[in-house]
């Protein structure tokens, strides 16, 4: 069974590995798809992102990497897939998602969203989050994985942008 977990991963954090792993432990594939969104102004560019879920995935072998522009439900129709993967870390997620949810089924019938409860260690974790305090020169090391801590310090090195 093949699923894809979308998402804007600027950048990956502790919190995206943690729904990774655990979702390549149930699925035979798992295609992580990094969102080309003009309108969300990131601090990665797309390769960047892609390149750094590379670097923290190397050890799972039935991850792909790809990404992804335009409608989800376009893209997993394109790659044969029919599940969405999606992390739920509090009630406040719930809304937001319920909605995609809807959209996305009422877009494409078959397609199901599955979603898997983020392991209350790392449910207070954003990205935004990481890269505020990164840029603050604060400790990120156990947020995320070492390729990203070394390539936030890089992208902040003059403090933040
Ligand atoms: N652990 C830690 N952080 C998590 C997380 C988890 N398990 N799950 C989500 N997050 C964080 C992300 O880091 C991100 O934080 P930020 O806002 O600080 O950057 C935030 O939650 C949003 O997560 P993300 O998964 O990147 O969602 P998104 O809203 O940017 O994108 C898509 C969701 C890609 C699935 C959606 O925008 C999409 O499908 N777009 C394509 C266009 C489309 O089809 N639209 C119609 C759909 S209704």
């Known amino acids: 069974m093949k699923v894809i977990y979308p998402g804007s991963f600027d950048p990956v954090t502790n919190g995206h590995l943690d729904i990774i792993t655990r979702c390549s432990e149930k699925f035979d594939t798992v ?3 990094v969102l080309n969104n003009n309108k ?4 990665f ?3 960047e992102r892609m390149e ?3 670097a923290s995935t ?4 039935n991850v792909e990497i790809d990404s992804f522009s335009g409608l989800l439900t376009d893209y997993a129709k394109e790659k044969n897939s029919s599940i969405i ?3 739920l870390r509090a009630v406040s997620d719930y809304e937001y998602e319920m909605q ?3 959209v996305n089924r009422k877009l494409f019938p078959a397609l199901e969203t599955v979603f898997m409860v983020s392991s209350n260690k790392v449910s207070f974790l954003s990205s935004s989050i990481v890269k505020e305090i990164a840029s603050f020169g604060g400790e990120i090391s156990c947020f995320v994985p070492k390729e990203v801590e070394s390539a936030l310090r890089e992208k902040f090195k003059g403090g933040p942008r």
């Open 52 to 54: 750094l879920i590379k």
């Open 45 to 47: 560019t797309v390769e």
């Open 85 to 87: 993967i999606r992390g």
């Open 58 to 61: 190397k050890h799972l072998p």
């Open 40 to 43: 969300k102004t990131c601090v």
């Open 100 to 102: 995609m949810a809807l």
């Open 31 to 33: 295609i992580i798809s």
